[in-house]
T-cell receptor, first 114, second 113 residues
Framework: QQQVKQSPQSLIVQKGGISIINCAYE??????FPWYQQFPGKGPALLIA?????SEKKEGRFTISFNKSAKQFSLHIMDSQPGDSATYFC?????????????FGTGTQLKVEL | KAGVTQTPRYLIKTRGQQVTLSCSPISGHRSVSWYQQTPGQGLQFLFE???????NKGNFPGRFSGRQFSNSRSEMNVSTLELGDSALYLC???FGLGNTEAFFGQGTRLTVV
């Protein structure tokens, strides 16, 4: 059972453009939603995270938008750069009984072209 | 502050053997989680340890086990290795329990031949 669905699987964006990656979850008990960036040969790096009490969080060029009623959240990368080319994973976890267990989406391979 | 350290980085084992992977969390972090990453299944949760106790377990066979020591360092063991166990094994370190930020190590690339 895939509890976090991520799309698209791959994405090509021109330098300076906006990259948008979407995730949808099923379990309404989830209450923490981080995004990770992974480069080849490296472990995932925490980019930004949101909790359901806010609808948007921005850190630099990265913004998470969160829609609790639709059970969806998305990552927007503004002014995308070639250095942003990586695989991005959304994730979700629940505090009660969940510890720090993360349920991951399937990943989006982003390529930013010059 | 040092990050999460996983050793070894690469490992080649023969089917049927067993393997032990090690993870040293960020200083002060008491939670260690383990994940398996494969192209087909993505990132899947194995188990989580906090204060030397297993707090959570994923849907993996009993061949996968782990433990945590009093200094928060953790090991995971896979016995009777199968070809399908070939994967990147990732360790994540968190300060406490309950949706605290998780920081990953670089992983151990296990190849079973």
């Amino acid at each position: 059972q895939q509890q976090v669905k991520q799309s698209p699987q791959s994405l090509i964006v021109q330098k300076g453009g906006i990259s948008i990656i979407n995730c949808a979850y099923e379990n309404t008990a989830f209450d923490y939603f981080p995004w990770y960036q992974q480069f080849p040969g490296k472990g995932p790096a925490l980019l930004i995270a949101i909790r359901p009490d806010v609808s948007e969080k921005k850190e630099g060029r990265f913004t998470i938008s969160f829609n609790k009623s639709a059970k969806q959240f998305s990552l927007h990368i503004m002014d995308s750069q070639p250095g942003d080319s990586a695989t991005y994973f959304c994730a979700a976890s629940k505090a009660t009984g969940g510890g720090n267990k993360l349920t991951f989406g399937t990943g989006t391979q982003l390529k930013v072209e010059l | 502050k040092a990050g999460v350290t996983q050793t070894p980085r690469y490992l080649i084992k023969t089917r049927g053997q067993q393997v032990t992977l090690s993870c040293s969390p960020i200083s002060g972090h008491r939670s260690v989680s383990w994940y398996q990453q494969t192209p087909g299944q993505g990132l899947q949760f194995l188990f989580e340890y906090f204060s030397e106790t297993q707090r959570n377990k994923g849907n993996f066979p009993g061949r996968f086990s782990g433990r945590q020591f009093s200094n928060s360092r953790s090991e995971m063991n896979v016995s009777t290795l199968e070809l399908g166990d070939s994967a990147l094994y990732l360790c994540a370190s968190s300060f406490g329990l309950g949706n605290t930020e998780a920081f990953f190590g670089q992983g151990t690339r296990l190849t079973v031949v």
